[in-house]
Structure formats: structure tokens, C-alpha cells
């Protein structure tokens, strides 16, 4: 049973999207996210010239039980991997039943989704896009724009990450910049099997 936990606020900075106080930052460099990009020679140059943070991520975490909730914040830099967008690392929760809500708060992107039958959505988001993951999707966020991307999300605090099969998969569906637009095209990671 959750034990009886006293209230409390923090702050979220709508303009910076960091979370204060906050007990749980992460940095994702490129370095962290090797593989995941397809072009790996563009990975490595960028990694030799200075490893890139790609994005950050400001969760305040409660205990990681069953009723309760974790809120968290996301910012993702602007910048491309060869020709595909910034994005995080993208998983499955390890509790696969659980759901998650994200909301665009500054810049604009996509949020991809794909279920283990291979079902595959992209919904854009932008400030105030309020976005529901349902339970036994994969979700990754891409920054396809010109500024930060922040987004805020709350999801069950016992719900885990599982990154190992996007990591090797990847989606089905890259975003990738042609003549200067963000496009979705198929993942030829994927049709090479
Ligand atoms: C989010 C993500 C966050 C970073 O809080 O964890 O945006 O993305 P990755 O975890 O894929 O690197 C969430 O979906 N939590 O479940
Ligand atoms: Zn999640």
C-alpha cells in the first residue's frame, strides 16, 4: 500500500522548462544515444567535435509505487544527426499497461508512436497540445523546429523504461529534413529485415 505522503508544489518555468526544486536531471549527450541516428559517421563527427547535449530532462521523483504519479519535463535542443531532428531516446514503458500524458509547452515537433503489431502514428505537437499515449505503445519525442522543444509529461511513477528494442529498431518512420522540411519516410533499418 502507498503510504500517506504529505502534498506538495514546485515550480515549472514555462519558458525554460525546468522544474524547481527537482530531484532527478538527467542530460542526454549524443554519445549516450550511439546507434540511434542512421548516420553513424555524422554521429561520430559530432561526437569528436564537442558530444552534443541533445536534450534534458527534469522529473520529480516521488516513490516509484503503484497510485502514484511522476511529473517531468523535457527539453530538447534544436539540431540535426545528418538529416534527422534532435529526439529522445524513445521506449516502451517496462509496465507495458501503463499510459502517459505529454504537453507541448514551447517549440513544435512530433510525437511518434508505434505498438509492438507495428502500428505506426506521428502527431504533431506544438504549445498546448495535450497528447495521450495509451497503455502498449512506444513513444519518442522530435524537435523539428528552430528553438528548444519542452514538453511536459505525467505517468504512472512504477510504470519503467524499456529502451533496448527501440535502441536496436528503432520507429517505423524517421523525421528527417528534405528541402528544408521536416518529412516523415519509412526507417530503412526496418526494411532491411
Ligand atoms: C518521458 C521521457 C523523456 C525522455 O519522461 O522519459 O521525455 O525520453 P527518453 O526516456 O525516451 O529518453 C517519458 O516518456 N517517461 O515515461
Ligand atoms: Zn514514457
Given at each position: 500500500?502507498?503510504?500517506?505522503?504529505?502534498?506538495?508544489t514546485?515550480?515549472?518555468?514555462?519558458?525554460?522548462?525546468?522544474?524547481?526544486?527537482?530531484?532527478?536531471?538527467i542530460?542526454?549527450?549524443l554519445s549516450?544515444?550511439?546507434?540511434?541516428?542512421?548516420d553513424?559517421?555524422?554521429?561520430?563527427?559530432?561526437?569528436?567535435?564537442?558530444?552534443p547535449?541533445?536534450?534534458?530532462?527534469?522529473?520529480?521523483?516521488?516513490?516509484?509505487?503503484?497510485?502514484?504519479?511522476?511529473?517531468?519535463?523535457?527539453?530538447i535542443q534544436?539540431?540535426?544527426?545528418g538529416d534527422?531532428?534532435?529526439?529522445?531516446?524513445?521506449?516502451?514503458?517496462?509496465?507495458?499497461?501503463?499510459?502517459?500524458v505529454?504537453?507541448?509547452?514551447?517549440?513544435?515537433?512530433?510525437?511518434?508512436?508505434?505498438?509492438?503489431?507495428?502500428?505506426?502514428?506521428?502527431?504533431?505537437?506544438?504549445?498546448g497540445t495535450?497528447?495521450y499515449?495509451?497503455?502498449?505503445?512506444?513513444?519518442?519525442?522530435?524537435?523539428?523546429?528552430?528553438?528548444?522543444f519542452?514538453?511536459?509529461?505525467?505517468?504512472?511513477?512504477?510504470a519503467?523504461?524499456?529502451?533496448?528494442?527501440?535502441?536496436?529498431?528503432?520507429?517505423?518512420?524517421?523525421?528527417v529534413?528534405?528541402?528544408?522540411?521536416?518529412?516523415?519516410?519509412?526507417?530503412?533499418?526496418?526494411?532491411?529485415r
Amino acid at each position: 500500500m502507498v503510504g500517506l505522503m504529505a502534498p506538495f508544489t514546485i515550480e515549472l518555468d514555462f519558458k525554460r522548462g525546468v522544474l524547481h526544486p527537482c530531484n532527478n536531471i538527467i542530460q542526454r549527450h549524443l554519445s549516450d544515444m550511439r546507434g540511434t541516428y542512421l548516420d553513424e559517421a555524422a554521429t561520430e563527427e559530432a561526437i569528436e567535435g564537442g558530444d552534443p547535449l541533445l536534450y534534458e530532462v527534469y522529473q520529480y521523483d516521488v516513490p516509484f509505487e503503484n497510485g502514484q504519479l511522476l511529473v517531468v519535463t523535457s527539453i530538447i535542443q534544436p539540431g540535426k544527426v545528418g538529416d534527422e531532428y534532435y529526439m529522445t531516446k524513445g521506449h516502451f514503458h517496462e509496465k507495458e499497461e501503463t499510459a502517459e500524458v505529454y504537453v507541448g509547452l514551447r517549440g513544435r515537433g512530433y510525437l511518434l508512436l508505434e505498438t509492438r503489431g507495428g502500428e505506426f502514428k506521428a502527431l504533431p505537437v506544438e504549445p498546448g497540445t495535450v497528447t495521450y499515449i495509451p497503455p502498449y505503445w512506444a513513444h519518442r519525442m522530435v524537435n523539428t523546429g528552430q528553438e528548444e522543444f519542452i514538453f511536459f509529461g505525467v505517468y504512472p511513477a512504477d510504470a519503467g523504461h524499456n529502451y533496448g528494442e527501440i535502441e536496436v529498431r528503432g520507429f517505423s518512420k524517421v523525421v528527417v529534413e528534405r528541402d528544408g522540411q521536416p518529412t516523415l519516410v519509412p526507417n530503412p533499418k526496418r526494411e532491411e529485415r
